[in-house]
């Protein structure tokens, strides 16, 4: 496998291989609620197939437009640029989260406590220096625009802890990504009924 592949794939595993560790952060959803639409467009067009980078964004972008879609479909959006009410885009990104600790972390715990006659192994010393602290986390957002203002009316976030860098699971990035993105949008009110033909 070529390194581009490799890193490609390291990065897709965002947090896309395990349901533990993510985090879903919406905005209110009543400013879109109340813009009462039905079509979008994406804001960008897609970026090229068959781009050779290291960047992870060539190989992200067809899965996220592809769910996205999907799911704004299930909820009765229609994908129509000539009528379109609202707008979407995405950003993906890796960020830093300070003072984190992992879920591999296990025998660390975040509840005070004494425990008479025992002392500290050395383990749990080191478990803790090695678990936490600084943690690498990858991060999506999607972000729906009003056509006519151009003004933000919902952002949802997609958050991860990287626990391991080196794993790659392409597999699974197809199908945990679908899955953040169905969560990701629960929030998101159904589409009105459309007014016109």
């Given at each position: ?137 990858n ?17 949802v ?8 860098a ?32």
């Amino acid at each position: 496998m070529h390194f581009s592949n490799i890193l490609t794939v390291t990065l897709l595993s965002i947090a896309l291989v395990a349901c533990s560790g993510i985090e879903i952060e919406s905005s209110d959803a009543e400013p879109f609620a109340a813009g009462h639409y039905h079509y979008y467009r994406w804001r960008t067009g897609p970026l090229p197939p068959g781009i050779v980078s290291n960047d992870p964004i060539y190989a992200i972008d067809p899965v996220v437009r592809r769910e996205v879609d999907s799911t704004l479909s299930s909820k009765g959006y229609m994908l129509d640029p000539a009528r379109a009410q609202f707008t979407v885009d995405y950003r993906f990104g890796p960020g830093l989260l300070q003072g984190e600790t992992s879920d591999l972390a296990s025998n660390i715990s975040h509840l005070p406590s004494v425990t008479p006659n025992r002392q500290v192994d050395q383990a749990s010393v080191d478990n803790a220096i090695a678990l936490g602290g600084v943690k690498e986390t990858n991060n999506l957002v999607l972000q729906f625009n009003d056509s006519t203002t151009n003004l933000a009316v919902w952002q949802v976030t997609v958050s991860k802890i990287v626990e391991n860098a080196n794993r790659s699971e392409t597999l699974e990035i197809d199908k945990t990504l679908s899955k953040y993105i169905a969560r990701a949008l629960e929030s998101l009110p159904p589409a009105v009924r459309s007014q016109s033909p």
